[in-house]
């Protein structure tokens, strides 16, 4: 059982709304079974930036977004964004969809569940 502090049973409780299982690091039993670690690690790795966070915030509110609009919006350079939404794309956190000329982008459900982890640990500093 994962044990964060006395309240565990709360910590618990997070990591279940957010769609994650309680993980179990000591159970020589369950040792032997493998665990996709690299899938957690791309979906870690794919919002583990501050560009990219507001990123995702951004297309919560505002979905359907182009990477100029999004550029423009956070007034940031326009190939940073577009490396951002690509490696969030990658971690499966954003769907792009062509139109056009333009390629527009929204959250998938996985970003969503994100997105409510962080508000959560957000509200715990």
Excluded at 5 to 30: A, C, D, F, P, T
Excluded at 55 to 81: A, R
Aim: with cysteine; aromatic share 6%; hydrophobic share 40%.
């Amino acid at each position: 059982m994962l044990l964060l502090s006395k309240n565990h049973k709360y910590h618990s409780n997070i990591l279940k709304n957010v769609g994650m299982k309680k993980i179990s690091w000591y159970n020589k039993r369950n040792m032997h079974k493998k665990r996709n670690y690299n899938s957690l690690e791309r979906i870690i790795k794919g919002f583990a930036n501050h560009h990219r966070l507001q990123i995702l915030d951004l297309l919560k509110f505002q979905p359907e977004l182009s990477v100029v609009e999004i550029s423009e919006i956070l007034n940031v350079n326009l190939k940073t964004i577009s490396e951002h939404v690509q490696k969030l794309a990658i971690a499966g956190l954003v769907i792009k969809r062509h139109s056009g000329k333009s390629v527009r982008h929204k959250l998938t459900p996985r970003s969503k569940i994100v997105l409510t982890f962080l508000r959560t640990l957000e509200c715990q500093t």
